[in-house]
């Protein structure tokens, strides 16, 4: 994984652990308090929550990974550097040990104070969140962190949580079942069967048998900030581009500011393994490394983000809103952001579920790459996600099939996309052609295709196939309170006049006329793919999510 672009042209050495001045240390201690530190003591473990950010005065600090065998040494933090990484942005739990080797005096910010310092001292607070950005990076990289995966590369459950953690830039470490022997014997020994691998180990204490995402992000503390009893100024549902830059600008403007994402932060983009259209990146950029970066600017204005979490219904017959999440729990919201995106959609052939994270894919990050090096893979699909896709992945594979139903790409996929397709040996672009079959046992193994014009049927022995046709809203929690269009897309303003006569959602309430974004409620706004006629970009959804907070000011001044 690349760097983040807010830190990529940085010297990573100097900037990951840099020297604060003198006068620096001094503007620093005004929200710090001063106390002395003894030899060994540990100042924090990983599972700690609401960990202080320690400026070195005089003590010298180990930062160390704790795992099976015994400590992993990160780095040793001297007088005049300071501790803490990415996760302290967001108030996470920590993911390393810190330990005082020498004895010393150090100053001790908490986190409130340490946000407020971040607000008050511009140049200071860049000099950390540049640090932390690339402290996160090198844990990612070399697999220092507070989660252990036992599993299988080949496992769909493995692939699941390493997908999850991977979206989530949380640094794990990971251990292949189908080359470390030990671990095998070690598992078996205990009794461990198929069904309950993964085995994930959290903050060297939990160990849990094939989790599901919630449980792994509850372990690691991701929703632990998350207080249920307030009225938030705006909720926003969804962490794609347009969920994420609605919550900066919100969080930026003072208002109290959540974010309730079901899976991890990028929604769909998130999945893109390279952007090159999007505005200020000419060399392109991730959809990870894009959802990363504007994370971590929303966490630093204020912002609250919950992941694995899901809206089941909205409560619309009163103000506040009432949104009830998938465990029951209850948030009240004086104003609702729809960020909610849109999912590919499913092929109806046979076995299709059976081979869901084992074979069928819906998006191509580092993980899935992994998988395909050498071998052959199937992309279905003719739009911009389709095509990054097939560039990416033919990095590794030895050859990249793309199935389109139309007689060509250019009524769906950039010029440019088309163009890096048409010039790839590596790629086979194979139009008027549909995906008819799947099989396999445990995996994936054979796919066939049909070509429309010539009905001639090809089957190849191929495990590994990305589907990226067409889409549907995630709307199904919104019904009977917003009006959608006939696909279940979000109408919002002006668009709300050619409703369904008889949708009885569609009957705006106040004497005033929606606002541009606005849905049939007031104060509930759609922004980006989840809206109907959004442009389907990710610079869109960016400026939509950034234009519904504005609007969301003046829907509160109605209140």
């Known amino acids: 994984m690349s760097p983040p672009p807010i830190v990529s042209r940085l010297d990573a050495e100097t900037e990951t652990y840099p020297l604060l001045t003198e006068t620096e240390m001094n503007r620093a201690g005004q929200f710090a308090r001063l106390r002395s530190v003894g030899s060994g003591e540990v100042l924090y473990r990983p599972g700690d929550l609401a960990v202080p950010l320690f400026i070195l005065k005089s003590a010298t600090v180990e930062i160390v990974q704790t795992e099976l065998g015994g400590d992993r040494l990160v780095t040793v933090l ?95 470490t990971f251990v292949d079942l189908e080359i470390d022997s030990i671990s ?62 609605a919550a900066v600008y919100a969080a930026s403007e003072g208002l109290g500011s959540l974010v309730i994402e079901s899976h991890a932060p990028g929604g769909q983009a998130g999945s893109s393994s390279r952007i090159e259209n999007y505005l200020g990146f000419p060399t392109g950029i991730s959809g990870q490394e894009l959802a990363s970066s ?71 990050t580092q993980i899935e790459s992994q998988l395909c090096e050498g071998e052959e893979v199937v992309i279905v699909g003719g739009g ?42 590596a790629i086979e672009l194979l139009c008027d052609t549909e995906l008819v079959g799947l099989a396999g046992q445990d995996h994936l193994e054979h796919v066939s295709w049909v070509n429309k014009r010539t009905q001639a049927i090809s089957s190849k022995s191929i495990r590994h196939v ?18 959608l269009d006939e696909k279940g897309f979000v109408l919002t303003g002006y668009d709300l006049d050619f409703a369904r006569p008889d949708d009885q959602c569609a009957r705006w309430p106040l004497t005033r006329r929606p606002q541009l974004l606005e849905t049939s409620l007031p104060g509930i706004f759609a922004v980006g793919d989840v809206r109907a006629g959004s442009v389907k970009r990710v610079a869109s959804a960016v400026g939509e999510g950034a234009i519904s907070v504005g609007l969301v000011h003046k829907a509160l001044a109605d209140i």
């Open 294 to 364: 504007a994370v971590a600017q929303a966490q630093k204005f204020g912002a609250k983000i919950a992941v694995a979490r899901a809206i089941v219904q909205l409560r619309c017959n009163r103000r506040p809103y009432e949104l009830v999440l998938d465990d029951g729990t209850v948030l009240y919201a004086r104003t609702i952001v729809i960020a909610t995106g849109v999912r590919y959609n499913k092929p109806s052939i046979h076995l299709h579920d059976q081979f869901e994270g084992s074979g069928v894919f819906y998006g191509a």
């Open 78 to 172: 001297r007088p005049r550097m300071f501790t803490g990484e990415a996760g302290m942005i967001g108030s996470q739990r920590a993911v390393v040990l810190a330990r005082v080797t020498h004895p010393g005096d150090v100053l001790e910010i908490s986190q409130e104070s340490l946000r407020a310092l971040a607000a008050r001292d511009s140049q200071l607070g860049e000099i950390l969140l540049r640090a932390f950005l690339l402290r996160r990076l090198m844990l990612i990289v070399k697999q220092l962190g507070n989660v252990i995966i036992i599993g299988s590369r080949h496992s769909t459950d493995t692939v699941r949580l390493r997908e999850f953690l991977v979206r989530h830039s949380h640094p794990y």
């Open 466 to 483: 990305f589907i990226m046709t067409g889409a549907s809203p995630n709307t199904e929690w919104l019904q009977g309170c917003v009006a």
């Open 184 to 245: 095998q014997s070690l598992l078996d020994r205990f009794g461990v069967t198929l069904d309950e691998i993964p085995v994930v180990i959290c903050n060297d204490t939990a160990v849990m048998r094939n989790p599901t995402v919630l449980e792994l992000a509850n372990c690691l503390g991701l929703n632990d900030n998350i207080d249920d009893s307030l009225l938030w100024d705006v909720v926003i549902v969804g962490a794609g581009p347009a969920g994420l830059a």
């Open 384 to 425: 911009n996600s389709a095509g990054q896709a097939a560039v990416f992945l033919s990095e590794g594979a030895r050859r990249v099939y793309i199935l389109v139903r139309s007689s060509s790409l250019s009524g769906s996929m950039s010029r440019y996309l088309i163009q890096r397709i048409a010039a790839n040996p």
